[in-house]
């Protein structure tokens, strides 16, 4: 028998047939009671897969850091760059485009007349500057910087587009001030700031006018037209005085200007960064002598006659008798100094002034004068005066071919003699020398050959040698005028001499002065002068007076009723300033009324009237009567209401 083992002997694999495959979407089937489990395939045959294991961070994190370090190690090396190697030379860069500095203009001070009327203001105005740093490429990074700016702005301003370009590139590189347009109006400046605002807002658009500023200005303006412009004068391009009391006063008139210094930005300032101001000094008002009424009365009446006469030009010039006061003074043809591009040259300034001629028999009235000073002779002293007088090489002779007249002293200046003046005079002395010695000493005291005082700016002194040096036929010729030149305000000047009663007052043309204060100054007091007593101006005005009231008198046309008035006509032969020589006339009128208590004197020229007459009487008088009329009217001057003196004119042998 054999014995059984507790061990199971091992068993034999036996290889199993291949299981046929089962077909794609065969039910699987389930094994049923008793079948053997379905083995599954051992864990030990499917590869084992490794845990991920992290790479380490540290060479990431050293490499990021040596980038960072880099990028900072950059930005402190340019920032000590930029605060500390070249600080100052960006500082100086920021300063050129942050910091602007503009003037800022005085106001100009105003022109009045004696009554306070404007003769002369200014209005606000603006004068269009630029920095031509702020143009170049660099700052603007286009090329054409300038030539945008200029064609932006030259139909604006009126101006030449290249003349513009030129302005906004100088050669000089540095130059950081230009002057665009000088004067122009608000208007013009606000259409200037709206346009670089528009190129300032519109995103990607380069403002080519941030550099276009503006210096706050004034514009001179003449309310009256060319009313008085003779005496006023003109304001230049440069904001100064051109002629006249404009320039006679430049520096009262101008006053100081100051300056201010901001941040901008964009052509903007910058309210935050401050701002250094040195504020301007408005100038003084001035307050001339002149009225304006009178003053265009006798614009009016000298303007209408120099037309009327075809002449060159001609003067009319008012004083205040007492005082020395110039109340108007006038020339034709004028000029308007709000337009100076249509004003012919040769009519600015003032002719009444800078003009010297030969006065003709308007001079007698300082021949008598001296004759009665001298006591050589008397109103009443007998003159015969022949139709031709011979003295030294000339054969002398009247206006008026006549007879032997048999005159008085009075009658020689009533009659206008020039011969009868010549003997007259010819008594002032033992020889015909001292005689030209003692009339040459009364010229100059009467202010002939020197200047009046007024500092006005052209003013001639006119021309009188020493009596050493006169020709033989000027010891006979300047006597009654001719030979020896002056001014139309030297000539005015002579008669309210004896309308003063023989004491010569400095003419004046300024009454005083008003500062930025407010407070009035008062002109210094003019210088005055004893001429001839009183005695002897009162008898020169009495025989004036013939020759406007006598018939036989040359002043007939300017009298004026109710007022006893004094005058003097003049003819004299006029030297032409571009040849030289003697061609045509002077006409002349001059006197002061009323006659026996003098407020007013006029003076009336006009030079080569070639229309109608020439004579004084006849083209001069009616001026005299019209702007004396006017004169005494506007000034509430009451007749005397005392008779004439009519001192007889002639006497019989």
């Not at 540095?174 to 700031?193: E, F, G, H, M």
């Amino acid at each position: 028998m054999t014995e059984v083992s507790d061990r199971e002997p091992p068993r034999r694999r036996v290889p199993r047939p291949a299981k046929p495959s089962r077909p794609q979407g065969a039910a699987r089937r389930q094994p049923g009671p008793g079948a053997r489990p379905v083995r599954r395939p051992s864990a030990g045959r499917v590869p084992a897969q490794r845990p991920l294991r992290l790479g380490s961070p540290r060479p990431r994190l050293r490499l990021v850091g040596l980038a960072l370090g880099l990028v900072l190690a950059t930005f402190v090396v340019r920032l000590l760059q930029v605060q500390a190697v070249e600080a100052s030379a960006y500082a100086a860069k920021a300063e050129v485009n942050r910091y602007v500095v503009h003037t800022l203009a005085a106001e100009r001070g105003g022109i009045t007349d004696r009554n306070g009327v404007a003769l002369a203001v200014s209005v606000d105005a603006y004068d269009i500057t630029a920095d031509p740093t702020m143009f170049s490429a660099e700052q603007l990074k286009i090329a054409d910087g300038p030539e945008r700016a200029a064609a932006l702005l030259a139909p604006i301003l009126g101006q030449d587009q290249a003349d513009l370009v030129k302005k906004l590139r100088p050669a000089d590189k540095n130059s950081r001030y230009t002057r665009l347009a000088t004067r122009q109006t608000p208007q013009v400046w606000k259409q200037i700031k709206d346009l670089r605002s528009a190129l300032a807002q519109k995103a990607g658009t380069v403002n080519v006018l941030a550099g276009v500023f503006a210096d706050p200005s004034s514009q001179r303006v003449y309310p009256n037209g060319d009313l008085a412009a003779g005496i006023l004068g003109w304001v230049n391009a440069d904001g100064q005085g051109g002629g006249g009391i404009e320039r006679m006063l430049e520096k009262q008139l101008a006053g100081k200007n100051g300056k201010i210094r901001y941040a901008q930005s964009g052509g903007r300032e910058v309210p935050t960064a401050g701002s250094a101001e040195t504020p301007a000094v408005p100038g003084s008002d001035i307050e001339l002598t002149i009225d304006r009424d009178i003053q265009w009365a006798a614009q009016n009446a000298i303007a209408e006659q120099v037309k009327k006469s075809k002449a060159d030009r001609g003067y009319v010039v008012v004083q205040d008798t007492r005082t020395g006061q110039i109340l108007a003074m006038a020339d034709a043809p004028g000029f308007d100094p709000n337009d100076l591009s249509k004003a012919d040259p040769d009519t600015l300034g003032n002719a009444a002034v800078q003009d010297a001629y030969e006065p003709g028999s308007t001079a007698k009235v300082m021949s008598m004068s001296a004759v009665l000073q001298e006591n050589a002779a008397t109103p009443l002293t007998h003159v015969v005066v022949p139709n031709r007088l011979h003295r030294g090489d000339r054969l002398f002779q009247d206006d008026v071919d006549h007879a032997t007249w048999n005159l008085t002293l009075n009658g020689v200046l009533a009659k206008s003699s020039n011969i009868g003046t010549i003997l007259a005079t010819g008594q002032l002395g033992k020889t015909q020398p001292q005689a030209n010695k003692v009339l040459y000493s009364y010229l100059r005291k009467f202010g002939i050959g020197s200047y009046t005082g007024l500092h006005f700016p052209g003013e001639t002194p006119g021309i009188l040698a020493p009596p050493q040096k006169w020709s033989t036929s000027q010891q006979y010729t300047i006597p009654f005028g001719q030979g020896f030149s002056i001014n139309a305000l030297q000539a005015a000047s002579v008669y309210s001499t004896i309308a003063n009663g023989g004491v010569r007052v400095q003419p004046s043309l300024i009454r005083g002065t008003k500062g930025p204060d407010g407070r009035f100054t008062p002109a210094a007091k003019p210088e005055e002068t004893r001429v001839v007593s009183a005695k002897t101006a009162e008898s020169v005005a009495e025989m004036l007076e013939s020759v406007v009231d006598d018939e036989q008198g040359t002043g007939i046309s300017a009298r004026i009723p109710g007022y006893n008035v004094a005058g003097k006509t003049g003819t004299a032969n006029r030297v032409d300033p571009a040849t030289g020589r003697y061609h045509g006339y002077t006409s002349s009128f001059a006197g002061f009324a009323p006659a026996d208590k003098p407020r007013i004197t006029v003076y009336c020229a006009i030079q080569n009237a070639t229309s109608g007459g020439y004579f004084g009487g006849q083209i001069c008088g009616p001026i005299y009567k019209k702007v004396m009329e006017f004169a005494l009217k506007t000034l509430q001057v009451p007749p005397t209401g005392a008779p004439p003196a009519n001192l007889p004119v002639d006497y019989k042998p």
